[in-house]
């Protein structure tokens, strides 16, 4: 069974603190994506990666950036936290095969809240 | 207007009742996926389909491509069943294969 595994499930920052949240999936799939999910606004793609050191913007990459450096491991980074950044964050992975993404693995979730 | 629409947002209903959640898309798509996601917000891929209809258990999902619209159903609902259900489609968006998701139907079974 695929197992993704973020770091947290709860965090609390400060404004202007870098965050790291961390996600490791144990299935060797090529793809990891990083959604935050907020009331009202569903699940939105921040950051996709499909390979090692590769990474994409998705819809809301602002104030973001990620880190792949081995396949396993998939950061995302809040260079300088702020309020509207609290969130619940959500890891996910997925196998490319058949000349199609397979359905995508998530993780718990992480809530973090930025006071 | 969203790409996906779900419908509807919320639905509650006594133990044993016959579920139907409906899902509608505006873009090309090469499969549509649903989700279940508990209180707590862990997320479970439930089904995978890219026509016609697939079975687990006491859930059935169908899909009409030609309609652009999708249901997911649920025979003998049970209160475990109660969750957020998301519909979410695999579009081609900016050359890359990604998950554009619906906003969710709350379902509450009521025992």
């Known amino acids: 069974d695929v197992k993704v595994t973020q770091s947290s499930r709860y965090l609390v920052k400060r404004t202007g603190e870098k965050v790291f949240l961390e996600c490791v999936q144990d299935?060797?799939?090529?793809?990891m994506f990083w959604y935050r999910q907020d009331p009202g606004l569903g699940l939105r793609l921040i950051y996709f990666s499909y390979d090692v050191k590769m990474k994409e913007k998705g819809d809301i990459p602002e104030g973001y950036s990620v880190s792949r450096e081995k396949k396993e491991r998939f950061s995302l980074i809040l260079e300088s936290a702020s309020t509207n950044q609290t969130s619940m964050y959500l890891c996910?992975?997925?196998?490319?095969?058949?000349?199609?993404?397979?359905?995508?693995?998530f993780g718990d979730g992480t809530r973090l809240s930025i006071l | 207007k969203n790409e996906v629409e779900q419908s509807p947002q919320n639905l509650t209903a006594q133990e044993g009742e016959f579920i139907t959640i409906n899902c509608s898309y505006s873009v090309g798509i090469s499969a549509l996926h649903w989700l279940q996601q508990h209180p707590g917000g862990g997320i479970v891929s439930l089904f995978m389909l890219s026509s016609g209809k697939k079975k687990h258990g006491r859930l059935i999902a169908t899909i009409n491509i030609q309609e652009k619209h999708s249901s997911l159903h649920i025979t003998a609902s049970h209160p475990r069943d109660s969750a957020v259900y998301i519909c979410?489609?695999?579009?081609?968006?900016?050359?890359?294969?990604?998950?554009?998701f619906g906003q969710g139907t709350r379902l509450t079974i009521n025992p």
């Open positions: 299935m060797d799939h090529e793809n």
């Open positions: 996910a992975s997925s196998l490319w095969w058949g000349g199609r993404n397979q359905p995508q693995h």
């Open positions: 979410a489609v695999t579009g081609v968006i900016q050359g890359a294969q990604k998950l554009v």
